[in-house]
């Protein structure tokens, strides 16, 4: 996946989108991007595939 938006964009439309997250959200210690994604897939109620393809979707817009 090409990576066209800045994690800071990434972070500001997910939040938009789904209104249910916060900043505290996205905070994990460098390397641990696992971490997160399992813990945004929990509370997204999204499957990690479904997730993978949100933040695709982000750097088409």
Do not use: C
């Amino acid at each position: 996946m090409n990576i066209i938006r800045s994690w800071r964009e990434q972070k500001v439309m997910l939040k938009q989108r789904f209104s249910i997250l916060l900043d505290m959200d996205f905070e994990y210690p460098e390397g641990q991007r696992e971490l997160m994604m399992e813990s945004l897939s929990k509370k997204l109620e999204k499957t990690r595939p479904e997730l993978e393809l949100i933040f695709a979707e982000l750097q088409t817009y």
